[in-house]
C-alpha cells in the first residue's frame, strides 16, 4: 500500500513534529493511499482543527468507516459516496467524544452496519453494537486501546505499518488530557511508549494531515509533556491554590472557548504530579512538595 502524497501543502515546522494544512475541502474524498480515503467533516474549531478526519479504509470485504464525526445529512452524503460502491461493513469510532460519535449512528442505521468501539464506552448513552478489546482484530484492523485522551480511546493498524491514530497523536496541535476518570497523564504517556514500539510507517490522526515522521512526532509530543509538568511545577504557588487560580496565574491571553480545556489539562497534569508525590491535594487547593 503506498502513500500518495497527494497534497503538497502541508507543512512540518522547524521542531520536527508538528505538521499543518490548509483547510481542506469538505465533503471531497481525498486519497491517501490505493485504499485509504480521508473525508474532512465542515466542523473547524479550536479543538478539532479544520475538522474530523472520517477515513474509509477498504478489506477484502468492503471497507470500513472510521469517525463519521458529523451527523449533518451533507457529510453523511460525502462518506457514502466515498465508498464508491463497495460495501461499507462497519462503522469504528478511535473513542466516543462527540465529534467523532454524532454521525456513527445515523450512518450505522442508514447503511444497515454495526457501529463498533471499546467495550467499556466512556458515553453514557452509547453502547457499541459490537464491544472492541484489545488486539482484536476486525475488517483487516488490529486494536490497539490507547486510553489517555479518553478512557475508550483506541487506535488502529493495518497489516502493513499505517496506524489510525485518532486523538491520541495529531501532528497539528497537541491532544487535551481531561483528569480522571475520563483521561490521564500517565496512561498517555504509556500509551504513547506502546505506539512508539510499533514501528509504524504512517500515522493517520482524527484532525489534521498525516505523520509521516512519526517517531519525531510521538518523540515531540511526550517531550512537550515532560516539559509542560516541569514548567507547572516551577510555576506553581507556593500556597494552597485552586485550578481557576493556578490557571489565572499560568495561562495569560486564552483564546475564546479554551479555558475549560486548559483547566482540564492542569488537572490531569496534577494529578499524575500527586502521584509522584511532588503535589499535594487538599480541599480542592493544590500546593507544590519541596524536597
Not at 445529512?73 to 459516496?81: I, N, Q, R, T
Not at 442508514?110 to 453494537?129: K, Q, Y
Request: proline residues 8%; hydrophobic residues 40%; glycine residues 10%.
Amino acid at each position: 500500500m503506498s502513500v500518495l502524497l497527494a497534497d503538497a501543502a502541508v507543512k512540518v515546522a522547524r521542531n520536527g513534529w508538528r505538521v499543518s494544512e490548509p483547510p481542506p475541502p469538505y465533503g471531497v474524498p481525498l486519497p491517501q493511499s490505493a485504499t485509504i480515503r480521508r473525508v474532512v467533516a465542515n466542523n473547524p474549531g479550536p479543538m478539532t482543527g479544520n475538522g474530523t478526519n472520517s477515513w474509509l479504509v477498504e478489506h477484502t470485504g468492503g471497507c470500513v468507516v472510521i469517525d463519521p464525526g458529523s451527523a449533518t445529512s451533507a457529510h453523511l452524503d460525502a462518506l457514502v459516496d466515498a465508498a464508491s460502491g463497495r460495501p461499507v461493513t462497519h462503522i469504528i469510532l478511535t473513542h466516543t467524544h462527540h465529534d467523532h460519535l454524532d454521525g456513527a449512528r445515523p450512518l450505522g442505521l442508514r447503511l444497515g452496519v454495526p457501529v463498533c468501539g471499546f467495550h467499556a464506552s466512556a458515553e453514557p448513552e452509547f453502547t457499541p453494537d459490537i464491544g472492541l478489546h484489545d488486539g482484536d482484530e476486525i475488517a483487516g484492523l488490529r486494536v490497539v486501546h490507547t486510553p489517555g485522551h479518553a478512557s475508550d480511546h483506541i487506535c488502529l493498524e493495518t497489516g502493513d505499518g499505517i496506524i489510525l491514530t485518532g486523538d491520541h497523536v495529531m501532528g497539528w496541535s497537541t491532544t487535551m488530557i481531561p483528569p480522571a476518570p475520563h483521561g490521564s497523564v500517565r496512561q498517555f504517556l504509556a500509551s504513547m511508549d506502546r505506539l512508539r514500539s510499533r514501528h509504524a510507517r504512517l500515522l493517520l490522526p482524527a484532525h489534521g494531515p498525516a505523520i509521516t515522521r512519526v517517531e519525531e512526532c510521538i518523540d515531540g509530543l511526550m517531550a512537550h509533556r515532560q516539559a509542560r509538568e516541569e514548567s507547572i511545577l516551577a510555576l506553581l504557588p507556593t500556597t494552597p491554590r485552586t485550578l481557576d487560580e493556578i490557571v489565572d496565574s499560568m495561562y495569560h491571553n486564552l483564546r475564546p472557548g479554551l479555558r475549560r480545556a486548559a483547566q482540564l489539562n492542569l488537572h490531569a497534569h496534577l494529578e499524575k504530579l500527586e502521584h509522584d508525590g511532588r503535589v499535594h491535594h487538599h480541599d480542592g487547593r493544590w500546593m507544590k512538595i519541596f524536597p
